[in-house]
């Protein structure tokens, strides 16, 4: 395709993963993971949520305070944002699969407040081991990676978010990949008017990644 990229594969889709005999068996499995540390401080793990046979796939950095109470993907500030822009690109939430790179929320308690700590490399590598197997298990046609984290995750550490931004790429395993930001990010932006075109340019992303909509080959 004009204007796509190659890179290689990440640990998601590099490394070996969590084999199931469906999506539920993985979740179950999932469930129970002390692969790292996480799990010892947060509530719950906070595995992906969508249609077993979605087309599309984002994948953020990992769940937020308000996903580790509600035990589900993207239910936050950043989460309501998400489902705004995915419906100005003409796609429902419903319609999608969302999950994140690391399954439970790591954070840094400041008073009653818990602030996001992002993972390090060894919780990212640890935690791809599920983030494998629900692709494998779903084969969707376009996976999304919402922020730097979840791009490394799936591209490796040569993946920038400001040069691979919006671009298909394909790694030759049956599905494009487009990278954008978080929409953690647009929530972090003061200004007005930069504030709006960054949203324009994510839901033009978001767009890009439902007419791509066909497996690459």
């Known amino acids: 395709m004009p204007g796509s990229v190659t890179l290689k594969a990440g640990p998601a889709l590099a490394t070996k993963h969590a084999a199931g ?14 692969r790292c540390d996480l799990y010892k401080y947060a509530t719950q793990l906070v595995f992906g949520e969508g249609p077993d046979v979605a087309k599309l796939v984002l994948v953020g950095e990992q ?16 989460g309501t ?15 999608c699969y969302l999950t994140n790179a690391v399954k439970h929320f790591k954070y840094e308690q400041r008073g009653k407040r818990r602030l996001h700590s992002r993972p390090n490399a060894g919780e990212v590598q640890r935690c791809a081991w599920w983030l494998g197997a629900e692709l494998e298990q779903i084969r969707p046609d376009v996976v999304v990676a919402l922020g730097a984290t979840a791009a490394r995750t799936l591209l490796g550490a ?3 978010v400001t040069r691979d931004r919006g671009r298909p790429i394909d790694i030759g395993r049956g599905f494009w990949l487009l990278v954008t930001i978080h929409p953690s990010y647009l929530l972090r932006i003061r200004d007005r008017e930069t504030a709006a075109r ?17 497996r690459p080959g």
């Open 21 to 34: 005999a469906s999506l539920s068996a993985v979740k179950h499995q999932a469930h129970e993971c002390q």
């Open 63 to 78: 769940p937020g305070d308000k996903e580790d109470v509600a035990g589900r993907p993207f239910v936050g500030p950043a």
């Open 81 to 95: 944002v998400l489902t705004e822009c995915l419906r100005e690109a003409g796609v429902e939430r419903k319609d």
């Open 158 to 160: 040569a993946v920038k």
């Open 198 to 214: 960054q949203r324009r340019d994510f839901v033009d992303d978001l767009k890009t990644a439902v007419k791509l909509q066909t």
